[in-house]
């Protein structure tokens, strides 16, 4: 579907799983497959978001993908590398490249370490700057992000959910990456404060040139700030286009779905909702055939048999269902 | 920029802010006058104690000061030889805190690495060390010990730090493995291997620090009987050699006297073993509470 390297980012094949320890000597009794089989792939600075609902593998497609989690199998490749061979080989500048910027502003922050050393460490062990200029760098990455650089001297604690995930943003561009996972940087912010971090996020990629994989759960989030975005259900991608594309022709029952829940600003058109019946099915027993059969509206006898590709239907528009 | 401003600047560390709560907590300011007391004690013992801990009274002042009760001239009494129990007693914070911090050392010194070990790398490095941790916890303590020093002829002080060191190492391993095995799942910890640092600087500059608070209480609760120990093998004549002004020792030369209504010899040592335990107990509590991150992030 798509070929390994052919695109900025590429991630093929991607699955992780997990082993279920279950009895008094641990042993593997089962697997809860966070990720299975998900592809995709994105262009140079641009922003693919990812939602789904807690639990489906987003975060862990992210963490996988920087192979800070082992994936299970798949390949990742990144400007024509692959990832999993040069973190093995020689992590350093593969490290310094691709960022992460977490959901948890309070979980994310070393406690005892004061901002400077926060966004400055690994800035001294990769040797960006002079160990004179790292202080003048560390300032201007600060006000970059909107902090002010006298407070640097502060500790995490001394700060607002919002500064400090402005904190967390500063740590990961403080390295020049070219690549950053946004694993819900806003989620755990006040609606008032999410806007402003997201335009922060928006401006820093003009700015720095940078392409992001944003995960969220929020679809008005990942609208605000995507090019293109994808869904993902129970470990698998089921449909992923252009955001234009994405919101005018959903084409996976569960994409529509999730569309027709979004409120409507105007009190008297009312939207045909779509309501979903029962849960989604645990990852440890994944239903047979297509993951979204048990839920799906339209769900026919091949749906709980085979598992839907994720084809093109055209530009670019991937959707992993039978039906036209 | 004012004094006050610039303070603000510099920000507040999590340590002054464990001060601001431990000074709140009463027992664990008298844990902490009474440690200083005790600490204070053992450095000017020479310049506070009456007389010399050695010196038999008895040679230059006749029977008189053979196991004299409490007065104003020996405010402790006297012991059988005409020592004076007040500057024995005060002599004995040295002995008795000297192998609670050497001791003390010899267990982190130990326990830290195999605890962090275990809790970072967990799998078989972990049932291994975890394992050894079980074995010597299911042993008793004190037996422990005793068979380890009996083994030497003549114990050097050296052969009973270690000695109590290589038992008490497992109960900060423990509290060590376990901080490394919550806070190596820390989105902190993630975020340093994200940004490519090392594995021995995450284990260190990341996750040792954050460790640490619960490791200074296990310490200083172990100080408390790390000494009660030391006065257990004093008592039985394994520990620290006559004449040293061991409060074990004195407890166990004096007992004989204590049913002929001479008290003094074994009971004052005894208060002072009480004393000592006790500070360092209200001490480690009041840590364990001023340190405890987790109620405030």
């Known amino acids: ?324 | 920029m004012t004094d006050a401003a610039k303070e603000r600047q510099k920000g507040t560390g999590l340590g002054y802010e464990a001060w601001l709560r431990f000074r709140r907590n009463r027992l664990a300011m008298a844990g902490l006058v009474m440690a200083l007391s005790v600490i204070l004690a053992a450095i000017f013992a020479p310049s506070l104690a009456p007389y010399d801990p050695f010196k038999q009274l008895i040679w230059t002042e006749g029977r008189a000061v053979r196991l004299a009760a409490p007065s104003a001239e020996h405010l402790m009494g006297t012991d059988l030889y005409g020592r004076d129990i007040l500057s024995r007693v005060l002599y004995g914070a040295r002995i008795s805190l000297q192998i609670g911090i050497f001791a003390t050392l010899v267990s982190i010194v130990v326990g830290v690495p195999l605890g962090a070990l275990a809790g970072y790398r967990g799998g078989f490095t972990d049932d291994i060390i975890s394992w050894i941790i079980n074995v010597i916890f299911a042993f008793p303590f004190f037996l422990f010990v005793l068979a380890v020093v009996a083994v030497f002829q003549n114990p050097s002080m050296i052969v009973i730090y270690v000695a109590i060191g290589l038992v008490n190492w497992v109960s900060i391993a423990r509290v060590v493995r376990a901080q490394f095995i919550a806070l190596r799942e820390r989105e902190f910890v993630e975020a340093a291997r994200a940004l490519g640092l090392p594995t021995w600087r995450i284990i260190f500059v990341h996750i040792l620090p954050n460790a640490l608070a619960p490791v200074i209480v296990q310490a200083t609760l172990g100080m408390g009987s790390i000494i009660m120990i030391e006065a257990g093998l004093a008592f039985l004549g394994f520990g620290a050699q006559p004449p040293t002004p061991s409060w074990g020792l004195m407890i166990s030369e004096g007992q004989k006297y204590l049913g002929l209504g001479k008290w003094w010899w074994a009971i004052f040592p005894g208060m002072a073993i009480t004393y000592t335990v006790l500070a360092f107990n209200f001490l480690g509590d009041g840590l364990r509470d001023a340190l405890d991150v987790r109620l405030k992030r």
């Open chain 1, 1 to 324: 579907m798509i070929e390994a390297g052919s695109r900025y980012l590429t991630v093929r094949g991607l699955k992780k799983y997990f082993p279920l320890r279950r009895g008094v000597f641990r042993r593997a009794s089962g697997q809860i497959k966070a990720v299975d089989d998900v592809s995709f792939f994105i262009n140079e600075r641009e922003t693919l978001g990812l939602v789904g609902e807690s639990g489906c593998g987003k975060s862990t497609t992210g963490r996988t993908l920087l192979h800070l989690l082992e994936p299970t199998e798949g390949e990742v490749h990144f400007d024509g590398c692959d990832v999993g061979r040069i973190l093995k080989e020689d992590p350093k500048e593969l490290r310094r490249q691709m960022q992460i910027i977490f959901q948890d502003p309070y979980g994310s922050l070393n406690p005892r370490m004061t901002v400077f050393n926060i966004v400055g460490e690994a800035v001294g062990y990769h040797g960006l700057v002079a160990s004179s200029a790292l202080d003048d760098y560390v300032c201007d990455m600060l006000a970059r992000c909107g902090l002010r650089p006298e407070h640097r001297f502060r500790y995490p604690h001394e700060f607002s959910g919002g500064q400090r995930q402005r904190i967390g943003i500063a740590r990961a561009l403080a390295l020049k990456p070219r690549f950053v996972v946004c694993d819900e940087p806003v989620s755990a912010l006040d609606v008032s404060i999410q806007s402003q971090v997201l335009n922060l996020l928006k401006d820093l990629q003009e700015e720095m040139k940078l392409t992001y994989l944003f995960i969220s759960h929020d679809l008005s989030v990942v609208r605000h700030i995507s090019d293109r975005i994808a869904v993902m259900y129970l470990g698998r991608l089921v449909e992923l286009a252009a955001k234009a594309d994405f919101f005018s022709n959903p084409l996976h029952p569960y994409t529509q779905a999730l569309l027709s829940a979004i409120p409507l600003p105007d009190p008297r058109r009312k939207g045909k909702r779509i309501l979903l019946e029962g849960d989604v099915p645990s990852p440890i027993n994944p239903p047979p055939g297509c993951p979204f059969h048990t839920r799906c509206p339209k769900a026919t006898e091949r749906c709980r048999v085979d598992v839907p590709p994720l084809v093109d239907v055209g530009g670019d528009h991937f959707v992993a269902c039978f039906l036209d």
